[in-house]
């Protein structure tokens, strides 16, 4: 019987010419300018799920972008799997750091990639890591190896909150009811680490305005009489962590989740090199809450960022004006316990509170989720650490992740089955940034993982019965 | 002999129709998109100083924007007054809060100006307040009633700094050469209350660049675990004020001339209505330096406002990414005594200063300019004080200006003669914001109340000699 390396060596090139089909199309949910191109990739997502395989596929209309569904139910008294990605992708901006054009994708070896990493916005976040799956039942079908029944849920909004995808999800359980949710949306140590990610973080993801006077107004005839927004604005934003980057929202901290000793000693086990870290990003120092290590900084702590700032004159030169407004984007990661809705509203609260008379604070809540937490004494997460010890040769690390996938904890809720988050990216994929790759290596190594995983989830759940 | 009134009388629509297409032409010098529209302008000064009466026009090239000199000499035993004035405008932008285009002038009547006011970039600061000495010289000539010689330089740099204007003036001292400097580019109370600006303020400013992660990360991997630049950004604009609103910057107010309070005293008597002041601006607060009244704030004391601020994510929608940089632009305005260099350099170390570990810091100077205070017993100041009395019926108040001209104290330097700051706007005229304009009684008053300057002015210069 082939294997699935066997059969991705003969298909390497085109599995690749396919992923670099995908990713020229600029599927950028964020921004409406781009919505005929993210219907179109929804539409180039339901032919490869066809083509692999799947017997049935449709595109599902929401109140925003289409979810595609695909299926290919070998018996219904076979367990199930449920494969969940996205065809969307974050905004590329800031161009001028790109150094090929994001939606060109290109190949290149780097010092990480001996074997070459393909260059492209979403090339890991997640049309790269979701094709695996794509091509994983091609290699199924078409050697007569799938165990058991798939079905695929792609959706279109993943990078906009997942707006419509819950209401989807409450209208379709019996279509999508399965014993294991798959996702690859994540990332693991190193090729000599494998790890396996066991939680997210939630977010809470709100934008600011802030108005003094009516209309832009001089500087030298206004300056220091009125209150300017963007002084104020940076005074409210820094009035938001304390000297020890303790964040000082009212309530913040009241339902997170504290680890005990021993557990942040397991966690400290996981290889960390802090130079290695400081000079990929070109650092000379972390940054963080006092009293937490850096894996636990973006893994188990939460964090306020503010992920974009505009007001005034940007433009070249100077112009001497006091804006009438000032704007901040900032997000907020949660942890297990911590709800982003009432996080959402103490945010505001806070917020509101600490604008001085002089200017009008308004809060406009984006979108958010819950944090997730995925036991390891499961099938479901059984089945894919042996998976990656047969392709990697090595038990791999159970890991709490610093990202959000606000949804997941939706579809466990729902669906009422675990969530298993089998991520092949590296954190220096530069996901959500310029120069956003992914390693060849790993497509390809997803590949030939994602079939082990179902020949073992289908014989453990055999035997289970 | 005709009055100067009736004269603008006669011209009234001609007068305008001719300042409207001055203020058609886009003159922004800060970008250089514009710098056709630059050259054009300087070319209808031109044009406009010889059809006035002028002599002898020029246009004195310099490393940046043209200078248009003109003159006019009747005998050259006669006293001179040298008029300065720009005709480059400020940035238009934000351009959604224009009512009109800024370049598509409109008279409009409003409670402020029920006999209309012109609505353009550039109305009231400077083409609106320059071209009133070009139609008073006009009258003069026109009439007979030029008592004195007269020599114009109009620069096209303003709004940048006045950059090449200093090399200019310096290497034209001859040629330069008068008795009193007159200028019309700043405002006064009211029409009730007409006042003459006895100081201007320095001015210091700079852009600040924040670098943190050499790329953009997604702040899920690394929120909370690496200095976030717009996060230290903004804790580092709000250190540079106090609780009292007092500046932070090390030495910043060590050579501040401090008023005594008889001169406060003496200050406090100029109208001003804090409610009408409040209401003009929707504001339900004014905010600033603890221990100042409001017309203090704008004049005497020192300010620091951050005029931009950009880094991150500011498109539509939401992007969970933490900048690799961040930005502002902040000036400062500046009293008499505080060195504009020293300042600079005060700023750029106590900045620095504040920049925790794994961020860069780089200030980068713009421009600036020294702060000026004009004696009120020189024969120039009592033959503008003379005009007003009799134009307006009133003596005019003297009274210390927010704004800065940055190149009138080197005016005073170079050339040896005091400037007399003849404005005819109204704070309300939203220079450097979106709907300026420039009341129409305001801009034919200042045409008539000018050629009584220069026939007071004569006669006083010559009871002197």
Redesign the interface.
């Known amino acids: 019987m082939q294997s699935s390396k066997e059969y991705i060596n003969q298909h390497k090139d085109r599995f690749l010419n396919e992923l670099i089909e995908l990713l020229k199309i600029p599927s950028i949910?964020?921004?409406?300018a781009f919505s005929q191109d993210v219907i179109n990739t929804a539409e180039v997502v339901e032919k490869a799920l066809i083509e692999a395989g799947c017997d049935h596929v449709e595109i599902c209309e929401t109140d925003g972008y289409p979810i595609v569904y695909g299926e290919k139910i070998i018996d219904p008294k076979l367990p199930t799997v449920l494969v969940y990605g996205h065809y969307d992708v974050?905004?590329p901006?800031?161009l001028d750091?790109w150094d090929s054009p994001p939606f060109e994708p290109v190949i290149k070896k780097t010092d990480e990639h001996p074997d070459g990493a393909i260059f492209a916005r979403g090339a890991s976040d997640d049309k790269g890591q979701m094709y695996m799956h794509v091509k994983a039942l091609e290699f199924m079908v078409k050697n007569d190896q799938l165990p058991c029944n798939v079905k695929f849920m792609i959706e279109g909004e993943e990078?906009?909150?997942s707006v419509n995808i819950a209401q989807y999800v409450a209208n379709n359980k019996e279509k999508l009811k399965n014993d294991v949710i798959l996702i690859s949306d994540t990332?693991m140590i190193s090729k000599e680490y494998p790890s396996i990610t066991t939680g997210l973080?939630g977010?809470s993801?709100v934008?600011v305005e802030l108005t003094?006077?009516?209309?832009?107004?001089?500087?030298?005839?206004?300056?220091?009489?009125?209150?300017?927004p963007?002084?104020i604005?940076?005074?409210m934003?820094?009035?938001l962590?304390d000297e020890n980057n303790h964040i000082t929202i009212t309530g913040f901290y009241d339902k997170v989740e504290e680890l005990s000793s021993e557990e942040r000693a397991e966690m400290a086990k996981a290889p960390f090199d802090l130079d290695a870290y400081q000079s990929i990003?070109?650092?000379?120092?972390?940054?963080?809450?006092k009293g937490y290590t850096?894996n636990e900084?973006?893994s188990i702590?939460?964090?306020?960022?503010?992920?974009?700032?505009?007001?005034?004159?940007?433009?070249?030169?100077?112009?001497?004006?006091?804006?009438?407004k000032?704007?901040?984007?900032i997000?907020m990661?949660l942890v297990p316990n911590q709800d982003w809705e009432e996080i959402t509203d103490l945010f505001t609260t806070h917020f509101e509170s600490l604008a001085?008379?002089?200017?009008q604070v308004k809060v406009i809540p984006?979108?958010g989720g819950q944090a997730y937490v995925t036991p390891i004494d499961t099938i479901g997460y059984q089945a894919a650490s042996k998976a990656y010890e047969t392709t990697f040769g090595k038990v791999p690390i159970p890991q709490r992740?610093?990202?959000?996938i606000p949804i997941v904890p939706l579809f466990e809720k729902e669906l009422d089955s675990k969530i298993i988050l089998m991520g092949f990216g590296l954190?220096s994929n530069?996901?959500?940034?310029?120069?956003e790759h992914f390693g060849l290596w790993f497509y390809y190594k997803g590949i030939e993982t994602i079939p082990y995983f179902y020949k073992y989830f289908a014989e453990m759940m055999a035997q289970e019965l």
């Open positions: 949910s964020a921004d409406s974050q905004p901006d800031p750091l990078e906009v909150g990332g973080r977010l993801y934008e003094g006077p009516n209309r832009d107004l001089h500087s030298g005839l206004y300056g220091g009489a009125v209150a300017n963007i002084n604005l940076t005074k934003i820094a009035a962590h990003l070109d650092i000379d120092s972390i940054y963080g809450e850096t900084r973006n702590r939460p964090t306020l960022d503010v992920n974009g700032i505009w007001g005034g004159y940007i433009g070249e030169g100077a112009k001497t004006v006091i804006a009438s000032a704007y901040a984007k997000s990661r001085p008379k002089g200017v984006h979108h992740g610093g990202g959000s954190d530069a996901i959500h940034s310029p120069n």
